[in-house]
């Protein structure tokens, strides 16, 4: 199905562009940013939920093996007692490349497994359909990928378009 090959193709060139973000910054940048948002933090909630979405249901998802409760939350948890996350000890650059391969090596197959007809997205707080959702999962990972880019610039740090992979 064509759909699936554009599917994946984007997730990989998405992944790739945010794989630069992460190799190209400064180590003085890694950590920057406000609380609950520093460069690394937003690296990790962008994976997070990209490997979190790939999954047909919730009940599917399994966490990274290094993952920490609340990290990747970027603001208030959305439900009582709505806390800030956890100020936590960063991850390294070496941790989050890890993880990114993890992601990257299961695009693939869980694209291939998506009931991308299916009228929900197996999530319960997302009222879409599945095709929806996955272009969403896309979208959510190059916002944040900009937003990581924004803060390089600004840091004289450039970086490559990725249109497809």
């Known amino acids: ?77 959305p439900w009582p007692p709505h806390a800030l996350p956890e100020e936590l000890p960063p991850y390294s650059r070496d941790e989050i490349l890890a993880y990114l391969d993890l992601v990257e090596a299961m695009v693939d197959s869980e694209v291939d497994r998506a009931d991308l007809t299916s009228a929900g997205c197996g999530f319960p707080w997302y009222q879409m359909p599945k095709l929806d959702h996955q272009m969403m999962n896309i979208r959510h990972l190059q916002q944040h990928t900009g937003q990581l880019a924004e803060r390089l610039y600004a840091a004289g740090v450039d970086l490559d378009w990725i249109g497809v992979s």
């Open 1 to 77: 199905m064509e759909i699936r090959r554009a599917l994946k193709g984007q997730y990989h060139a998405a992944l790739a562009m945010l794989r630069q973000t992460i190799e190209r910054c400064p180590e003085e940048v890694w950590t920057s940013g406000l609380h609950p948002r520093p460069f690394w933090r937003i690296a990790y909630h962008a994976l997070f939920y990209t490997h979190l979405y790939l999954m047909p249901t919730e009940d599917g998802f399994r966490p990274w093996e290094r993952h920490r409760d609340g990290v990747n939350f970027l603001a208030e948890a």
